[in-house]
């Protein structure tokens, strides 16, 4: 059973601070259609997204035959057009607000680029919250795990006391790469169903944090 022995939080972001699975969607359909290739359902999202990216890219386009940045490019381009119809999940923000009252640390890692990490915190006033936000250097959006490892070393975040919250199966590999517990949420951009597969704790709504932590 997880409980109050976490003192530091790790946070992703895309899927998990900002709900914005359905317009990743609706981006990716626009980057499909460019290329004269049928559309996604969010359903098939849910069931095949997967990080790194590149490998869901697989599944839609026979990649030998495609440039990956190319289509990264036009993905950012697409979403970043879309983006003002995104928010915040509400629910997610009360919990950051109360982990910061308990003077709990928190953090970022995401695959998201650095200056978009940071220009969409700002955009939603949660920057303030976190003691580091760690974004990837490209916009491939890779693994992270690596970088999740350094990134809490530097903060001398003890593994064994730190929680990371994601939204994809990659963060509960980023999690075991640190030697971290992890938590998911079944709201982003990978469904209930896929997650529970892997038999990593998953939650419905991050409402259900305040019975497991706050």
Not at 7 to 19: A, E, M, P, Q, S
Not at 25 to 32: G, I
Not at 102 to 110: A, L
Not at 191 to 198: C, E, F, K, N
Request: a negative charge; aromatic letters at 12%.
């Amino acid at each position: 059973m997880i409980d109050m022995k976490y003192k530091n939080i790790v946070w992703d972001y895309n899927g998990t601070i900002i709900d914005d699975a359905g317009l990743a969607v609706d981006a990716e359909n626009l980057v499909l259609e460019s290329y004269g290739l049928p559309g996604i359902t969010l359903e098939y999202y849910l069931k095949e997204c997967e990080m790194p990216i590149i490998n869901f890219y697989n599944k839609i386009f026979k990649m030998e035959n495609y440039d990956f940045s190319q289509i990264a490019e036009r993905f950012v381009s697409n979403y970043d057009k879309l983006f003002e119809s995104a928010d915040v999940f509400p629910e997610v923000v009360s919990a950051i607000k109360h982990f910061s009252e308990k003077n709990i640390r928190q953090g970022v890692i995401s695959g998201f680029e650095s200056s978009r990490l940071e220009n969409s915190l700002k955009k939603f006033g949660l920057n303030g919250y976190f003691e580091f936000l760690s974004g990837s250097d490209d916009i491939d959006c890779g693994d992270k795990s690596d970088r999740a490892v350094k990134v809490v070393e530097k903060y001398g975040f003890d593994p064994k006391e730190t929680l990371f919250i994601g939204d994809m199966y990659h963060d509960f590999e980023t999690a075991e790469k640190v030697g971290a517990d992890c938590v998911l949420i079944a709201k982003g951009h990978q469904g209930a169903d896929v997650l529970r597969r892997y038999g990593v704790t998953v939650l419905d709504s991050a409402d259900e944090l305040k019975d497991l932590l706050l």
